[in-house]
């Protein structure tokens, strides 16, 4: 089974990443982008019997730093 | 006096910091590897080096502060030994929740390597006896996660609270309000970005670094 974790920057935590693309983009010629925000996405191959629990408890303890970042599960 | 560097995969300033240590403080100072459970007994200071640990894999300090050794650290620093993290060894501080906040990529992106001058904001701390409160220092930083950030409200806590040790005296990397080293609520724990064990003789362009470490000698001797 396959969970995928998305982790982003909360809001009102600046980006200068996400800042760089922007800045990149526009440089390429594309107009209409107001913001981007860079983030992370985890793919998780693990068993069926896996708790939903634990995959938070996986989010919260390593995958995502709370202090600046939140994460979202989606399972297929 | 007993001492204490750990070495992560991708330390690089072990020898620096360790060289530091024994030559200004002459501390035992012994290079403990990151898979080790426990630490040598009745240390009266521990170091967390700068470096790359792990890569900087998923984000800087991440992977070194759920390695074994950390919890070992945790756990004498909840006992009042003394934990200098310096660079990576602050990010891995901070990701161990030792110290609040977080240290984000710099603000412009760049990696920053070059002299700064830091003000010390707070000489009661037993890491910041060896200065002049307000005195100003020049310290070299190297990092790309420099950019401390924290919530106001804990920004104003660390504050009020004297919990700032140093600040940048201009702006070198976005971090919030200046910040360059915070210090643990019990006084026992200090994070910074810049590196003072790289400004402990003259060679070195330098000794302002020497102070915190001779200023340690005489708080925890």
């Known amino acids: 089974m396959k969970t995928r974790v998305f982790v982003t920057l909360k809001n009102g935590v600046l980006d200068p990443q996400g800042k760089a693309i922007h800045h990149a983009l526009e440089g390429l010629g594309f107009s209409g982008v107001h913001d981007v925000r860079a983030g992370r996405l985890i793919e998780i191959e693990h068993e069926p019997d896996v708790s939903k629990a634990d995959l938070e408890a996986m989010c919260s303890k390593l995958l995502a730093n709370m202090v600046i970042e939140n994460f979202e599960i989606e399972q297929a | 006096m007993r ?11 072990d020898r620096d910091m360790a060289v530091a240590i024994r030559d ?13 459970s426990e630490l040598p007994q009745g240390l009266d200071l521990i170091a967390i080096p700068g470096g790359f640990s792990y890569g ?12 074994p050794v950390m919890q070992a650290v945790v756990e004498a620093a909840g006992r009042g030994v003394p934990v200098l993290g310096v660079c990576n060894g602050f990010q891995i501080l901070t990701e161990a929740g030792l110290l609040p906040g977080a240290l984000m990529r710099n603000a412009g992106i760049r990696f920053v390597c070059r002299k700064v001058t830091l003000k010390v904001e707070n000489n009661q701390s037993i890491f910041t006896g060896g200065y002049d409160s307000g005195e100003e220092i020049s310290i070299p930083v190297a990092h790309h996660d420099g950019n401390y950030f924290a919530d106001d409200a804990t920004l104003n806590q660390l504050e009020g609270e004297g919990r700032v040790a140093f600040r940048y005296a201009e702006p070198v990397n976005g971090s919030s309000r200046n910040i360059a080293g915070i210090i643990n609520d019990a006084g026992n724990v200090l994070g910074m970005m810049p590196h003072p064990e790289r400004m402990i003789e003259a060679v070195h362009g330098g000794s302002d670094g020497r ?10 001797a």
């Open chain 2, 24 to 36: 200004v403080m002459g501390a035992d100072t012994s290079l403990v590897w990151h898979r080790a």
């Open chain 2, 3 to 13: 001492a204490a560097v750990i070495q992560f995969p991708g330390s690089n300033c």
């Open chain 2, 56 to 67: 900087d894999y998923l984000r800087s300090g991440a992977m070194a502060a759920r390695s």
């Open chain 2, 211 to 220: 102070r915190l470490f001779e200023g340690l000698i005489r708080e925890i």
